[in-house]
């Protein structure tokens, strides 16, 4: 008798603990992450930065939550987010990954173009259709593309730039019938079926997500390799990395650590979580913190009036922690390099 009661007693605990501290559930934890130098990451005519100085990429932890772990919400620059705001249209987290990054590969592609811009250097962009990141259930085409595929062509019509690819869906009809050029694991096939009505924007569409696909080539060439680090909020530092590389070397032996999308003018871009990426650059050592000064539209600030600036937001993580680090704004690749070229 006292032996069952015993096994029932350890299996109540190991399902107890199981439940608590392993059992996944549709909720994921963000925290800080870490900064990642950048110097060896970045290869310029086959040559990485071997100066004193560190440049560091910065990164939000992400992990799916169990019972237990949903309480770390509560931290300090800890956050709970629900399974399907994290995801959105993805059905899990693995395709929520790869959207990651392919917008990863896309920020590589304008780094190396801001930079290139930058230095006044010349450089070759060519646009080679979009990725489908994800496809409605109510396209016509659901059971013929996938998450991953690249369209190339629209009725044998190819574009300079994905704003032709939408303009030209836009001005067809409803109902109409298009035949789509799709790769897919380096094989071409064409897919066709008839528009439907895009209730978002009132136009005709296919009734997918996309991003633009595209490739950066450049004299010198440069290689980036970013692991698995995903999304597109590296853009500004390897932006600098690259002009670093290329131009001069800022005289400086600074922790140089920041974010930001980028595009190809060289603008910087609002990124999500910067308060965690603030400490994550102040824990790694980083003396220098660079920041989106992104620009909130008044109809957005009337709808959302708490909303910060990406600068904003910085600064008061950076005044809470107490950090010597100097959070920088930043609203073009110029304004850092000014920066960095001014440093005494």
């Known amino acids: 008798m006292n032996k069952k009661r015993f096994i029932l007693k350890t299996f109540l605990l190991g399902l107890a ?20 130098v950048i110097n060896d990451k970045v290869e310029v005519d086959g040559q990485t930065d071997g100066s004193d100085s560190q440049y560091m990429l910065t990164t939000i932890e992400v992990f799916r939550a169990t019972p237990f772990s949903s309480l770390f919400q509560f931290l300090p620059y ?10 959105g249209s993805y059905d899990d987290y693995d395709d929520y990954r790869m959207l990651q990054q392919y917008y990863m590969d896309y920020s590589i592609d304008t780094a190396k173009a801001a930079a ?34 690249s369209i190339s062509e629209i009725n044998g019509e190819s574009f300079e730039n994905t704003d032709g690819f939408i303009e030209y869906i836009s001005q ?24 439907i009505l895009i209730e978002e924007t009132g136009n005709p569409g296919i009734g997918i997500t996309l991003v633009t696909q595209s490739s950066v080539t450049t004299s010198p060439e440069v290689s980036i390799d970013a692991g698995n680090i995903g999304g597109p909020s590296a853009g500004l530092m390897f932006s600098l990395q690259i002009y670093k590389m290329l131009v001069e070397d800022f005289d400086s032996d600074l922790v140089v650590a920041g974010t930001g999308t980028i595009a190809e003018n060289g603008d910087v871009g609002r990124i999500g979580g910067i308060d965690k990426k603030v400490v994550a650059a102040h824990e790694e050592g980083a003396a220098v913190f660079f920041a989106p000064d992104d620009e909130i539209d008044s109809q957005v600030l009337e709808e959302y009036p708490d909303l910060q600036s990406n600068y904003e937001t910085a600064l008061e993580a950076a005044e809470d922690i107490n950090t010597d680090m100097e959070i920088v704004p930043v609203d073009h690749i110029s304004d850092a390099i000014e920066y960095l070229n001014n440093i005494d």
């Open 116 to 149: 290139f811009n930058a230095a006044e250097l010349p450089y070759d962009i060519e646009y080679e259709g979009v990725y489908v990141m994800s496809v409605s259930p109510e396209s016509n085409f659901y059971d013929e593309l996938e998450m991953g595929d």
């Open 17 to 36: 603990v199981y439940l608590l501290f392993f059992l996944p559930i549709p909720y994921f934890i963000e925290r800080p992450g870490s900064a990642v």
């Open 172 to 195: 067809q009809s409803v109902g109409d019938e298009v035949t789509l050029t799709v790769v897919r694991s380096g094989e071409t096939t064409q897919v066709s079926g008839e528009l």
């Open 78 to 87: 800890h956050s709970g987010v629900s399974e399907a705001d994290m995801l």
